[in-house]
């Protein structure tokens, strides 16, 4: 296999293992074939990274939001026909978590679409 071609950052041109990252140093030593590469070999190989925070909103905001979710009766997820045990509304929303260990069935919410009452259930 021909891995002198072409040079991808990050990948030994030599064997095409995977680099370790630039030591203190400025030199990499190729895990696999063992050879050196010095840091300009590299040229200015950069790395971006996007982070992505939520977003704040305020109590305010939230207010707001919750008022015209409950004015336009939205799901909070799929619609699955259940009788609430509160108002007596035929359908509720549902979503699904695994809070107990993998080798358990998993937790599953459910919303009344009219009330919003909450109930949990483990399958």
């Known amino acids: ?3 002198n071609s072409s040079i991808t ?8 293992s995977v680099l ?3 030591q203190m140093t400025g030199n990499v030593r190729c895990y696999n074939c063992l050879k050196i590469y010095d840091e300009a070999f590299f040229g200015t190989m950069e790395i971006r990274t996007t982070i992505h925070f939520n977003s704040y909103k305020s109590r305010k905001d939230q ?3 919750s008022r015209k979710a409950a004015a336009d009766e939205e799901a909070e997820g799929p619609i699955v026909a259940r009788k609430c045990p509160k108002c007596g509304n035929d359908k509720m929303s549902y979503a699904t978590l695994q809070l ?8 599953v919410f ?5 009330c919003k009452f909450k109930e949990s259930e483990n399958s």
């Open 100 to 107: 107990r260990s993998a080798d358990e069935g998993q937790t």
């Open 110 to 114: 459910f919303t009344c679409t009219k």
């Open 1 to 3: 296999m021909d891995f």
């Open 63 to 65: 207010q707001l939001d």
């Open 9 to 16: 950052p990050g990948f030994c041109p030599e064997c095409g």
């Open 20 to 22: 370790p990252l630039l």
